[in-house]
């Protein structure tokens, strides 16, 4: 082996040893290590967002009018069509290597999705997939316990039992009436589903639906 192919195998190797030691701290830093979704889950999650995207526009109080005065008819009907402009947005907790994310932004493309990870080697990868995909969507690399939820219409978590404790509480302060959230294997504590759907997985999968302020 000659020295320019010796410095370029090193180079390499230093790399993928960099990378995995990235993936381990974070693994142990988040409490577990970023898993990809199956087929079947991003099909299942996929098919009850465009089931809640219908039931929300029906559910959300400015598609009601209530009232019999003209004025405040107007007003409502003026909300509603500013609510219809607005981007609607799912944000996916934790989106680790991007599969999830990925296959909601090119199955429900009427929505703009958002992946939050802190882990770096997931996080990139899951960048150069989607332009090498030519999915738009977004990346944030970032602290899913910071992040502020009042923006979304959807949330979306593939998480584990601890992160889940966590974002119990910070959803309940965050997150707007009306929002959905969608839970893969595990509950919201003290939380209510308005919806359990039970997948046909070797593992019996089930996902968890809430709606805040229900």
Same mark, same amino acid.
């Given at each position: 082996m000659d020295t320019g192919s010796l410095i370029i195998s090193t180079v390499l190797l230093v790399i993928a040893l960099l990378a995995v030691l990235s993936i381990v701290y974070y693994s142990w830093r988040n409490g577990i290590s970023p898993l990809p979704a199956s087929l079947l889950l991003r099909s299942k999650v996929a098919e009850e967002v #465009? $089931?809640?995207?219908?039931? +929300?526009e029906l559910d959300h109080p400015l598609f009601k #009018? @209530? =009232?019999?005065d003209p004025a405040q008819q107007y007003s409502i009907i003026q909300q509603h069509m500013e609510y +219809? *402009? $607005?981007?609607? /947005? /799912?944000?996916? =907790?934790?989106s680790g290597?991007? =599969?999830l994310a990925i296959f909601l932004a090119k199955h429900i493309p009427n929505y703009h999705v958002i992946g939050i990870e802190n882990s770096v080697v997931p996080f990139w990868i899951s960048k150069w997939w *989607?332009?090498? @995909?030519?999915? %738009? #969507? =977004?990346f944030i690399r970032g602290d899913m316990y910071q992040y502020p939820y009042e923006e979304a219409n959807i949330i979306v978590c593939y998480l584990? %039992?601890?992160a889940m404790k966590q974002l119990s509480t910070i959803l309940r302060e965050r997150a707007v009436a009306y929002t959905y959230i969608i839970s893969v294997y595990f509950a919201l504590p003290d939380w209510t589903p @308005?919806?359990?759907v039970q997948c046909v997985d070797?593992? $019996?999968t089930k996902i968890y639906i809430y709606k805040v302020g229900a």
């Open positions: #465009l $089931r809640l995207s219908k039931v +929300q #009018l @209530e =009232t019999d +219809q *402009a $607005r981007q609607k /947005i /799912i944000v996916e =907790t934790g290597w991007g =599969t *989607a332009k090498f @995909e030519k999915v %738009p #969507l =977004t584990f %039992p601890g @308005e919806k359990i070797i593992h $019996r």
